[in-house]
């Protein structure tokens, strides 16, 4: 079980460094660690911040992991079960990180787009210019119409 719980110790040691290097802005765009979904990927501000929105929660589920995997050296019996549920802990930081990162670049990339504006012909839901009407215009053609 000493093997179980350095493992732990050793991934919660990159989950907090991986944790705190996000959360400073640190962590340089790449392929191999951070998240790989293509919002957050769309440019270098919105890489920094979508980490750094999901860095306070992984840098918690290392803290987490940390403590049961300390826990789990000198725990035995059903005391592993705390080691257990620190890790799904962890997990669950890890996820919501991740789910607040990419909501943070959802956000980013919504705003990015409404602040460039679509052009004349656009269907966005920004109120459009309203041609002005000729009342006394239509009143003399709905008055021809009608003799006709």
């Known amino acids: 079980m000493t093997v179980i719980a350095l493992v732990l110790i050793i ?10 290097v996000s959360w400073t802005k640190k962590l340089p765009g ?19 911040a979508a980490h750094s929105a999901a860095g306070p929660v992984w840098t918690f589920g290392g803290v987490a992991l940390l403590f ?7 725990s035995g019996g059903w005391m592993w079960l705390f080691t257990l549920f620190t890790i799904l802990v ?6 919501l990180g991740a789910h607040v990162g990419a909501q943070k670049a959802s956000l980013l ?3 990015a787009e409404d602040s460039h504006g679509c052009g004349e012909n656009c ?6 210019e309203t041609p002005e009407v000729d009342i006394d215009a239509l009143r003399r053609a709905a008055s021809q119409a009608d003799q006709q």
């Open 90 to 95: 962890a997990l669950v930081a890890m996820s």
């Open 123 to 128: 269907n966005c839901g920004a109120p459009a």
């Open 30 to 48: 790449n392929s191999i660690i951070g998240m790989r979904i293509p919002e957050v990927r769309k440019s270098e501000e919105t890489w920094r």
């Open 68 to 74: 049961g995997g300390l826990i789990g050296l000198v």
């Open 11 to 20: 991934l919660a040691l990159c989950l907090l460094l991986f944790g705190v």
């Open 109 to 111: 990339d919504a705003e």
